[in-house]
């Protein structure tokens, strides 16, 4: 795609989520997609592939939440894949500190490249499983936002992210379907974690018929020690 026409496309479905880009974040997103079309090449990165659907699917849909993270925060973004909504949000809110997570390695490699080759400063691109890495030390309970496009239910997902949380901070779940099934099946998971349904934003995407759900959830309380469980047990037998 030619840079005008990303340019136009990118710039007007920004503007219907109210947000402005710059010329600059303009070059970032357009060196992304370039570099994630090409990567995607050698190793499976993404299913969508076509410019359009980039901007659309992977830019735009990960600035949705730009409006929840204020400068300066802590930002941990769980089971990244090829970096979304992680680098979307580093490129328009710059002042965040970005921790990209993911158990491949292969997508740690190309996320650093895409890191170095837009001049992304604050943030890392990290290997390793969400069970693991919260084991670190300062890792637990140190983050303002707790991110995933990932598709495991809620009650999964949130006992990975909910340690990561600091009380006070948000876990922001971006789901694609109806979710006020995942969200009662979870009821148990998130008041055992620490957590508190704060609010569920539907959104659809700019020109399309395409529906989002942003899942916030506040963290109230610590979450027990015990949690998350070793490898596998969060998907195996789920807290319900």
Known sequence: MEKEVFSQDLLKKARMLGIELNENQIEMF???????????????????????????????????????????????????????????????????????????????????????????????????????????????????????????RLNVLLEYMLPFTKIGGSCICMKANNTEEELQEAEKAINILGGKIEKVDKIILPESDIERNIIIIKKIKETPNKYPRKAGMPAKEPII
């Open 30 to 152: 357009y060196n992304y997609m370039n570099l994630l079309i090409e990567w995607n090449e050698k190793m499976n990165l993404t299913a969508i592939i076509e410019p359009k659907e980039i901007i659309l699917k992977h830019f735009i849909d990960s600035i949705t939440i730009k409006q929840y993270v204020k400068e300066n925060d802590e930002v941990l973004d769980i089971g990244t894949g090829a970096g979304f909504p992680g680098i979307p949000l580093k490129i328009v809110e710059e002042n965040s500190k970005i921790t990209l997570l993911d158990s491949l390695n292969k997508r740690i490699t190309f996320l650093q490249e895409v890191i170095n080759k837009l001049n992304l400063k604050d943030i890392r691109g990290i290997h390793s499983r969400a069970e693991e890495f919260v084991k670190q030390k300062g890792e637990r309970e140190k983050y303002d936002i707790v991110t995933s496009r990932a598709v495991a």
